[in-house]
C-alpha cells in the first residue's frame, strides 16, 4: 500500500485520503452536486450515470441534509446536514469488495485488528424508483458504508450493474479517531495554528437550520416551490427533442432532473414541518418517483445515457 | 465409486438465506443426477457466509445403457409408414424386427441409449441448477447475466475416486469450473486446491474457515455459555440468533462485553432487543436478579490482541445504541405519566387502512366491543374499555416506533407507569395474544374481552370492505385473528353468542368505510341489536323509530349484515374445523354439531362434538349410528314415496311384536333423561341415554319388517323411526356421520 499508513488526524484527512485512494484506482474525483439533496445518491453523477451502457467510475463527496434529522448540533451523531463519500463504478469490477476493503486501510483501519463484516442490507429508494443488493459493512459492529449492486433506477433495468459505496463521512471519521461528540472532532489538523473542530464550522448551522426546518419554513411557499418544481420538469421533458434554434438534439435530461431533486428535497421540508400526514406522504414519494422515472426515461435516449446518435 | 465435491463460492450471502440455499443445492442437484440416472449412496450440503458446498458419496461412474423396444407398422405397410416410424426411433432399416403377432407379422425397433459418464451429466446438471437457482431475491453484477444471490466468484467441482480427481469441465459466463478455493478473507487470504472432500474440509479449517453452520453453532454456543457460567451469568437463548450469527461468521470468535451501569434501569426486553435487533448480541443476565449485565458479541477472526479492539468498538457502538434506547425510555415514561393523551390524540393521524378510518376510530370501535364482552367473560366493563382504549398507545411512543417488536409490552411498562390499575395494564400487553398456535392464551378477563374484541373487530371490519383470505394470501392475518378469537372463548370456557357482535361490530365498521351512514343511526342500531339479540327484528325496530332515513345507507345495511355475519361465521367453523382435525376430532363429526342450533357459540359447539367424538369410539356408538342411519334412511325413502313427513303419532297400542313395544317403552324412558341431559348440557350422558336405545333399536329390526302390508301399522311404524330421528337428533345431526 502506498498510502500514508500512520492514523488520520482530522476529518478532512480522511476525506483527502479516500480522494486520493480512489482517484488511484482510476475514478473520476467528481465535485458535490450544487443542489440540496438528501443523499449522494441523487447526484446525477450516481443516479442518471448508473442508466444506459456506458461505462463510468466516479468519486466524489455529496453535502447532504435530512431536515428531520435535525437536533440543534446537540446529538453526538445526528446532524440535518452531514458528507456522504460515493463511489460509482459501471460495470461493477469483480474485485470491487478488495477495492473498498483497500480503502478502510487508507484511512488508516487495520484489518489486522478490526472485525470487517458484510451483512445483508438491500437498498431500496421509493423516491427514485431504485434498488440494489448489498450489504452494509460492518467495523466491530458499526456500519460503517453501504455497499450495494444497482438493479434498477428510476424503473429502469440497470445494465451492466453499477456498484455503489456510500460512507456516512462523520460517523466514520469519528470512528477512526476515536470520538464520541461530533462537534468535538478536529476538522482540520489539530496542530495547525487554526485548529477548527466540527463544532466550529457547524455547531451555529445546525441551530439556525433546526430552527428553520422544524418551526419557520413557510410551508405554503414550500407547497408552491413543489407543484412548481414538478410543473417545471414536467414541461421540460415536454419540449422538442430537437432544439429548433440549433437545430441539435439536446433532450434536457439533466434541467428536467434538478426539478426532481428539488422536489425531493422540498418534501423532506415539509415532512419535517410535520405537516404531511401518513396516507399524503406516500401520494408525494410517488410523485417524486414519478418525476425521477420520467428523467431516468430521458437520460437513456441521450448520448451520455448510451444511445446511439 | 466416484465421489462429488461441489463448492460455489461467492460474496457474502445473507445469513438467513444459507440453510435453505445448501438443501436446494442438494435436492436440486442429486434430483437432476437421479434423472439422468446417476444414483449415488449419500449426499450433505453446507454453507458458509461465501459458501455453498454439496457432498455427494457413492456416485455411478456413468450413466447405466438404457434398452426400449418400440412396436412399429405390420410387415407390409406403406414404405411411408415405415419410414415415419424409423425417424421417430431413431434406427435403420436394416436394425428392424419382424416378429409374430396374433395380427400377423410386425415390425420392432430396439433404441437403446448408451450410458454417459458421470462429468458429462454432473456438468449438465450444474449449470441448470446454478442458472434456475431459487434464491428469495437474486442480482445480476458487472456486465454479465447471470443471476446469482450475490457476484458468483468461482465454481468448485471435483469428480475424484481411487485413481484421483478430475475437474468437472463447465463454464458458465467467464467462470470455469476449478479445484480450487479461498480460505478466511482476512484470516488467510488465497487460494489452494483440493483432491476430495475431505481433503477441503480439513484445508478449510487450516485457513480458518469452519465448513459446517452447526459446527459454528455448537462452537458459539459452548463458548458463549462457558464465558457467562465463569462470570456466574447465563446466556439468554436465542435460537435464531444462533443460526443468525453462525451464518454471519467464517471462523467464531466469541467475545464478552460489560454493559454500561446507566443502561441497566432499562427494562430488560429493550436491552435484549436493541443488541439483538442492532448489533446481533446475545444478552447475558444474572439468574440471581433477571438482569441483563453482559452481551456476547461473535467476531469472525482472532487478532493479535485477542479481540481487546473489536470488543471495544462493540462496546461503543452499543451504548451509543443505548444512548437512543434510554432517551426513548424517558420521553415515553414522561408522556405516559402524564396520562398518554398525547399518544391517544395522534393515533387519529395514523391511518389503520384507507377504507377503515384511524387507529383511534379502531380504538373507539373495539373499546364499546371490549365493554358490551366484558359481563360475558367476568370482566368490569368500565376497566375493559378503559384497557381498550390505552392498549394502543403505545403505537406512538418513541421506543415502539423504533421497536415495532415491542409493542405491547412497552405499552403494559407504560400503563404502569400512568398509575392505571393492573388489570388494565396487563391487557395493553396481553391483548395482542394468542398470536400464533402455541402463544398462550391471556386468561385475565379485562385482558380477554380486550383481545376477543380487538380480533373481533379486525375480522368484522375486514369482512366488511371484503377483504377476506384467499387462498395462500391472507395479508391481514385474519386466519391467525379467528384462530386466536376461538383458543380465546375455549380455552377460558366463554360463553358467547358470536353472531350479535358480529352484528354490531359489522354495523359500526360500515360507519367506518361508508361515508354516508351516519354514526348517530348506526348506534341506535346496535342497542336495538343489544335488546333484540336479533338483527332482523332489531333493524326492523330501529328504521320504525327512525322513520325513513333520508339515502339508501342505512337500508343497505339489512342486507349487507346479516350476509356478511353468516359468512363469516361460516368462516369461523372451517378454522374451528382445522383448530379441532390437529386435536384428532373428525370434520364430519364438526359438521354434525354446526349442523345444530346454537353453533355461534363455539364452547356449546365444541362440548358436543367432543362428546360425539368419544361416544362414536365407543361399540354402543357405533351401533347406535347404524341403528340411526338405518331408521332414517327407511324413514327418508318412504317420506319420499308417499310425500308427507312422518313425524309424531306413533302408538304404542298398535305395537304387533314384542320388540316394538319394548322399543316404545325404551324411547319412552329415555326421552325424559336425554332431555335433561341436554338441558344440562351433559352431551356425554345425552349420549349415554341414546345408546340405552341401541338394543331395543337392533332387536327391533332384527324382529320386524317396517314396511308392513297394513298400513296402519306401517303408518306407525314410520312414526316410530322418526322418534327414534328424533330423539338421536338432539347432540348432533347424526345424518351428517360418515360411517
Known amino acids: 500500500m502506498t498510502q500514508n499508513s500512520a492514523a488520520p488526524r482530522s476529518f478532512q484527512e480522511i476525506i483527502l485520503r479516500l480522494q486520493s485512494y480512489w482517484a488511484s484506482k482510476g475514478c473520476a474525483i467528481l465535485q458535490p452536486y450544487d443542489m440540496e439533496v438528501g443523499a449522494g445518491t441523487f447526484h446525477p453523477a450516481t443516479t442518471l450515470r448508473a442508466l444506459g451502457s456506458n461505462a463510468w467510475a466516479a468519486a466524489y463527496v455529496q453535502p447532504s441534509r435530512r431536515p428531520t434529522d435535525g437536533r440543534y448540533g446537540e446529538n453526538p451523531n445526528r446532524l440535518q446536514h452531514y458528507y456522504q463519500y460515493q463511489v460509482l463504478i459501471k460495470p461493477s469490477p469483480p474485485d470491487l469488495q478488495d477495492l473498498y476493503l483497500g480503502s478502510l486501510e487508507a484511512i488508516g483501519i487495520d484489518m489486522d485488528l478490526h472485525d470487517i463484516r458484510f451483512v445483508e442490507d438491500d437498498w431500496e429508494s421509493p423516491t427514485l424508483g431504485a434498488w440494489g443488493l448489498g450489504w452494509e459493512v460492518w467495523c466491530d459492529g458499526m456500519e460503517v458504508s453501504q455497499f450495494t449492486y444497482f438493479q434498477q433506477v428510476g424503473g429502469h433495468d440497470c445494465k451492466p450493474v453499477s456498484g455503489e459505496l456510500t460512507y456516512g463521512l462523520e460517523r466514520l471519521a469519528m470512528y477512526v479517531l476515536g470520538i464520541d461528540h461530533v462537534m468535538d472532532m478536529p476538522f482540520n489538523d489539530p496542530q495547525a495554528p487554526i485548529a477548527l473542530k466540527y463544532g466550529d464550522v457547524f455547531k451555529q448551522t445546525e441551530e439556525e437550520y433546526a430552527r428553520w426546518n422544524f418551526d419557520v419554513a413557510n410551508t405554503e411557499v414550500l407547497l408552491r416551490h413543489f407543484e412548481e418544481a414538478e410543473a417545471e420538469c414536467a414541461a421540460i421533458l415536454a419540449q422538442e427533442h430537437q432544439d429548433p434554434k440549433t437545430g441539435k438534439r439536446i433532450i434536457m435530461a439533466h434541467p428536467a432532473y434538478d426539478q426532481c431533486i428539488k422536489a425531493s428535497h422540498i418534501f423532506n421540508l415539509l415532512d419535517a414541518r410535520g405537516v404531511i400526514s401518513v396516507t399524503e406522504r406516500q401520494a408525494y414519494i410517488g410523485r417524486v418517483r414519478t418525476l425521477a422515472k420520467q428523467c431516468a426515461d430521458a437520460f437513456v435516449l441521450t448520448e451520455a445515457g448510451g444511445h446511439a446518435a | ?739
Open chain 2, 1 to 739: 465409486m466416484p465421489d462429488l465435491l461441489i463448492e460455489l463460492f461467492s460474496e457474502e450471502i445473507p445469513a438467513r438465506m444459507q440453510a435453505r440455499a445448501a438443501e436446494d443445492l442438494k435436492k436440486r442437484m442429486t434430483d437432476g443426477l437421479v434423472e439422468a440416472g446417476l444414483t449415488y449412496a449419500g449426499a450433505h450440503a453446507l454453507s458458509t457466509p461465501r459458501r455453498l458446498t454439496l457432498a455427494v458419496e457413492g456416485m455411478l461412474a456413468e450413466s447405466p445403457t438404457l434398452r426400449e423396444e418400440r412396436k412399429g407398422p405390420k410387415v407390409g405397410a406403406p414404405d411411408k409408414a415405415i419410414e415415419g416410424f424409423l425417424r421417430g426411433a431413431g434406427v435403420a432399416r436394416e436394425d428392424l424386427e419382424e416378429r409374430e403377432t396374433p395380427k400377423g407379422p410386425v415390425y420392432f425397433a430396439t433404441i437403446e441409449k448408451p450410458g454417459r459418464p458421470a462429468a458429462q451429466i454432473v456438468a449438465e446438471v450444474l449449470e441448470d441448477v446454478i442458472r434456475n437457482f431459487p434464491w428469495p431475491k437474486s442480482m445480476r453484477w458487472g456486465a454479465g447475466s447471470l443471476r446469482w444471490v450475490r457476484p458468483l466468484h468461482s465454481i468448485l467441482c471435483l469428480i475424484s475416486d481411487e485413481s484421483g480427481a478430475t475437474v468437472v469441465d463447465l463454464e458458465i459466463e467467464g467462470i470455469k469450473a476449478g479445484d480450487s478455493t479461498e480460505g478466511h478473507r482476512f484470516m488467510a487470504p488465497g487460494r489452494f486446491a483440493v483432491s476430495g472432500f475431505d481433503d477441503y474440509q480439513a484445508k478449510l479449517k487450516r485457513s480458518s474457515v469452519v465448513l459446517d453452520p452447526a459446527e459454528r453453532a455448537e462452537a458459539i454456543w459452548q463458548d458463549a455459555t462457558n464465558q457467562a457460567f465463569a462470570n456466574g451469568l447465563e446466556v439468554v437463548e436465542d435460537k435464531g440468533l444462533l443460526a443468525e450469527v453462525a451464518g454471519l461468521v467464517e471462523w467464531p470468535v466469541v467475545l464478552m462485553g460489560q454493559i454500561d451501569d446507566q443502561f441497566l434501569e432499562l427494562p430488560p426486553e429493550v436491552l435484549q432487543t436493541s443488541m439483538k435487533e442492532h448489533q446481533k448480541f446475545f444478552s447475558v443476565k444474572n439468574p440471581k436478579t433477571g438482569r441483563i449485565e453482559r452481551f456476547i458479541t461473535v467476531a469472525n477472526r482472532e487478532t493479535a490482541d485477542n479481540g481487546a479492539t473489536i470488543l471495544a468498538g462493540n462496546q461503543k457502538v452499543l451504548s451509543a445504541r443505548l444512548a437512543d434506547a434510554k432517551f426513548f425510555w424517558e420521553n415515553d415514561l414522561r408522556v405516559a405519566t402524564e396520562g398518554m393523551e398525547t399518544w391517544t390524540e395522534a393515533l387519529s393521524n395514523v391511518t389503520f387502512h384507507n377504507k377503515l378510518g384511524s387507529q383511534s376510530d379502531r380504538i373507539a370501535r373495539i373499546a364499546a366491543l371490549a365493554r358490551e364482552i366484558a359481563p360475558v367473560v367476568g370482566a368490569d366493563a368500565d376497566l375493559a374499555e378503559q384497557a381498550a382504549k390505552v392498549a394502543k398507545a403505545d403505537l406512538s411512543s418513541e421506543m415502539v416506533y423504533e421497536f415495532p417488536e415491542l409493542q405491547g409490552l412497552m405499552g403494559r411498562y407504560y400503563a404502569e407507569a400512568a398509575g392505571l390499575p393492573q388489570d388494565v395494564a396487563n391487557a395493553c400487553e396481553a391483548h395482542y395474544s394468542p398470536l400464533g398456535p402455541s402463544d398462550d392464551v391471556p386468561t385475565e378477563p379485562v385482558s380477554v374481552a380486550v383481545a376477543l374484541a380487538d380480533k373481533l373487530d379486525t375480522l368484522t371490519g375486514f369482512w366488511a370492505i371484503d377483504e377476506k383470505p384467499t387462498g395462500s394470501k391472507d395479508p391481514f392475518a385474519l386466519r391467525r385473528a379467528a384462530l386466536g378469537v376461538i383458543r380465546l372463548v375455549l380455552e377460558n370456557d366463554v360463553r358467547m353468542r358470536l353472531d350479535r357482535h358480529f352484528d354490531t361490530q359489522l354495523v359500526r365498521n360500515e360507519v367506518a368505510s361508508n361515508g354516508d351512514l351516519k354514526k348517530e343511526h348506526a348506534e341506535d342500531l346496535v342497542r336495538e341489536i343489544a335488546d333484540h339479540g336479533v338483527f332482523g327484528a332489531a333493524f326492523e325496530a330501529a328504521k320504525e323509530r327512525l322513520g325513513d332515513v333520508p339515502g339508501g345507507s342505512f337500508s343497505s345495511l339489512e342486507k349487507k349484515v346479516p350476509d356478511t355475519s353468516v359468512d363469516l361465521l361460516a368462516f369461523f367453523h372451517d378454522r374451528l374445523k382445522v383448530f379441532l382435525r390437529d386435536q384428532g376430532i373428525r370434520h364430519d363429526v364438526i359438521d354434525a354439531c354446526v349442523a345444530m342450533p346454537g353453533n355461534d357459540d363455539l364452547t356449546l359447539l365444541v362440548k358436543r362434538a367432543r362428546a360425539l367424538e368419544a361416544f362414536l369410539k365407543t361399540e354402543d356408538g357405533e351401533n347406535l349410528l347404524q341403528g340411526f342411519k338405518r331408521a332414517n334412511n327407511i324413514l327418508t325413502q318412504a317420506e319420499e314415496k308417499d310425500g308427507v313427513e312422518y313425524s309424531y303419532g306413533a302408538d304404542a297400542k298398535f305395537a304387533e311384536d314384542t320388540t316394538e313395544t319394548a322399543l316404545f317403552e325404551a324411547l319412552e324412558t329415555s326421552q325424559g333423561a336425554i332431555s335433561s341431559a341436554i338441558e344440562a348440557e351433559d352431551f356425554a350422558a345425552a349420549m349415554g341415554g341414546m345408546a340405552a336405545l341401541r338394543a331395543p333399536i337392533d332387536a327391533f329390526f332384527e324382529a320386524v319388517q317396517v314396511n308392513s302390508d297394513n298400513q296402519v301399522v306401517r303408518r306407525n311404524r314410520l312414526n316410530l323411526l322418526s322418534q327414534i330421528r328424533q330423539v338421536c337428533g338432539q347432540v348432533a345431526d347424526l345424518t351428517r356421520v360418515e360411517g
